[in-house]
T-cell receptor, first 113, second 112 residues
Framework: ELKVEQNPLFLSMQEGKNYTIYCNYS?????LYWYRQDPGKSLESLFV?????AVKQEGRLMASLDTKARLSTLHITAAVHDLSATYFC?????????????FGEGTQLTVNP | NAGVTQTPKFQVLKTGQSMTLQCAQD?????MSWYRQDPGMGLRLIHY???????DQGEVPNGYNVSRSTTEDFPLRLLSAAPSQTSVYFC???????????FGPGTRLTVT
């Protein structure tokens, strides 16, 4: 059974600071996704990581994937209040029949002025 | 494009009632999925489809049925609602394996 664990689950940080969210998963996979969810809203796709060593950046967020360690990170640089949201990582379980995601519990990020 | 649409946005059912949550996409995506989101548990896969006429069970399929008669539509049926099915339901679609998944706005269901 595939398990996906995120930590921390709750993160309160000050504007301007840097921090990293970690996503560990339990079985072999080279397809990992990061999503953002605002309260009461749907999920917004942030990054799709499809190979070992993949690194993607968008604004103040950078995601990476290490398939050998079964670890992905989401790094936040110089946080701003607008980044406050819940962030989920999700892992795809099958190579041939895609779109079967297993999600982590989510990291609730609060950026304080 | 409207993307992924879901109806209704909110629904209240009594225990034992049945209903269908609707999901449609206009992006010609082959893959569609249903997830439920409960507080503190992330999203869990209920059922998924890799194309018209093909469906399979996900992680938590009990109490739900699906069918996929067209590429565009993927309805989720609750056979006999139970309070444990109180949740937010999201439909998602994607172009193929490894592709970005697009999520609908969600249906908030309460079963009393």
């Amino acid at each position: 059974e595939l398990k996906v664990e995120q930590n921390p689950l709750f993160l309160s940080m000050q504007e301007g600071k840097n921090y990293t969210i970690y996503c560990n998963y339990s079985t072999t996979s080279d397809r990992l996704y990061w999503y953002r969810q605002d309260p009461g809203k749907s999920l917004e796709s942030l990054f799709v990581l499809l190979s070992n060593g993949a690194v993607k950046q968008e604004g103040r967020l950078m995601a990476s994937l290490d398939t050998k360690a079964r670890l992905s990170t989401l790094h936040i640089t110089a946080a701003v209040h607008d980044l406050s949201a819940t962030y989920f990582c999700a892992v795809d379980r099958h190579e041939t029949s895609g779109s079967r995601l297993t999600f982590g519990e989510g990291t609730q990020l609060t950026v304080n002025p | 494009n409207a993307g992924v649409t879901q109806t209704p946005k909110f629904q209240v059912l009594k225990t034992g009632q049945s209903m269908t949550l609707q999901c449609a996409q206009d992006m010609n995506h082959e893959y569609m999925s249903w997830y439920r989101q409960d507080p503190g548990m992330g999203l869990r896969l209920i059922h998924y489809s890799v194309g018209a006429g093909i469906t399979d069970q996900g992680e938590v399929p009990n109490g739900y049925n699906v069918s996929r008669s067209t590429t565009e539509d993927f309805p989720l049926r609750l056979l006999s609602a139970a309070p444990s099915q109180t949740s937010v339901y999201f439909c998602a679609s994607s172009y193929g394996t490894g592709a970005e998944q697009y999520f609908g706005p969600g249906t908030r269901l309460t079963v009393t």
